[in-house]
Every structure is written in C-alpha cells, then in structure tokens.
C-alpha cells in the first residue's frame, strides 16, 4: 500500500519553462514533506520542506504547495535549468507519538528539460 | 556534498554470506537513518538510531541489525544474504531524533548479491 505516491514516472518540460512535479498522500498522520532530487550513483539532496502548518514555502526557483484537505502537494521550479533533469522525490514524515519517523518516499518523477 | 560517507562504495558478495555497511554522519548530527533502494520497492527506511540508541524500525528484515557507536557512526550487519538483497544502501542523519526535520543523505552503498 503505497502512503507517498507520485503518479508521473517522467516529465518534459522546455528550458525557461516552469516545471510542475505532483506528489499526493494517503496518511493524515504524516504532517512534514520534503522534496529530494537524486542524480544517478549519487545519493538523493535535500531541496525543500513544508511543516502542515504551512501551505506553502519558497526557496530561490522552488516553491513547495500543500494542500492538506486533498491531501496533495506540490513542486514549481521556475525557471527550469538543464541542470534540473534528475529525478524528484516527494517525502513524508510524521510526529505520532513524538516519536521519530523515517521517511515514506514516492516512487519519483524523472524530470528531463529540453533545450 | 552533504557531509555524510558512507563505506564501501561497491560490494560484491555471494549468497549466504554476511556484510557490514559503514556510515559517518554529519558534524554534530545524532540521528543515522538507514534506507534499501531496489528497483521494485522504490526507497524505503529501514531503522534509526539517535544518539546510540535504537529509535524507530521500518521495514527490517530480522536478518538485517544496525548499531550506532559513541562516535556516533554506524553500521548495518546484512547476513545470510539472498539475491533479493541486492540494492542501494543509503545512510542518512539528522540533527533531531525527531521528525519535521531534513535529512542529508550519503552517496550510497551498492551491494551486489551473486
């Protein structure tokens, strides 16, 4: 059963053009999201964050969007460099308990910019 | 470069046999996540250990043990290993044991099982 879902295997978009990458989510515990970009042979980096407090967080060219009542969030890199093809990753995380919780990853979205 | 090594890059070993995995957090983090990679599972956690101490399991097989020494490194033991243990080993660390916070990852361990 998959909690993180990212139902875009690939996506092209043209340089200078803003890039849209979608991630929805079935668990209402999760309540921290992330967004990691992975080359290959490497492992995935850090881009961006939104606590459920927020609904959205901006970062240079990336702005992260939550929507919880549709459980659904949201990657805008705008412009989109060709240094951007890599493969994207929504994460979730949750505070039940107080406890930790290692991250529920989605499956990814490769993301190609054309020149 | 996220400040986190992770030893050996490349494993190659047969079935049955044992491995450890080697991971150096960042300067002054506490938490080391471990996560598996493979191909049909995407990316999924594994364990967490914060400040030596185990904190949080996900999908471990009993096989598969971590620990976390007072350097704050840690290792994953992988034992009577099978083909379907062939995948990425990523490490992971944390400043909090608590979620809401990022996590920077190493660049990965790539175990081969023969």
């Known amino acids: 059963d998959q909690q993180v879902k990212q139902n875009s295997p690939s996506l092209s978009v043209q340089e200078g053009r803003i890039s849209i990458l979608n991630c929805d989510y079935t668990?209402?515990?999760?309540?921290?999201f992330l967004w990691y970009k992975k080359y290959p042979a490497e492992g995935p980096t850090f881009l961006i964050s939104i606590s459920s407090i927020k609904d959205k967080n901006e970062d240079g060219r990336f702005t992260v969007f939550l929507n919880k009542s549709a459980k659904h969030l949201s990657l805008h890199i705008v412009p989109s460099q060709p240094g951007d093809s890599a493969v994207y990753f929504c994460?979730?995380?949750?505070?039940?308990?107080?406890?930790?919780?290692?991250?529920?990853f989605g499956k990814g979205t490769h993301l190609i910019i054309q020149p | 470069d996220s400040g986190v090594t992770q030893t050996p890059k490349h494993l190659i070993t047969a079935t049955g046999q044992r491995v450890t995995l080697r991971c150096s957090p960042r300067?002054?983090?506490?938490?080391v996540y471990w996560y598996q990679q493979s191909l049909d599972q995407g990316l999924q956690f594994l364990i967490q250990?914060?400040?030596?101490?185990?904190?949080a399991k996900g999908n471990i097989l009993e096989r598969f043990s971590a620990q976390q020494f007072p350097d704050l490194h840690s290792e994953l033991n992988l034992s009577s290993l099978e083909l379907g243990d062939s995948a990425l080993y990523f490490c992971?660390?944390?400043?909090?044991?608590?979620?809401?916070?990022?996590?920077?990852f190493g660049p990965g361990t790539r175990l081969t099982v023969t």
């Open positions: 300067s002054g983090d506490l938490s």
């Open positions: 668990n209402s515990m999760f309540d921290y």
């Open positions: 992971a660390s944390s400043p909090s044991g608590q979620g809401g916070y990022e996590q920077y």
């Open positions: 250990y914060y400040n030596g101490e185990e904190r």
């Open positions: 994460a979730a995380s949750g505070r039940s308990g107080g406890g930790a919780d290692g991250l529920t």
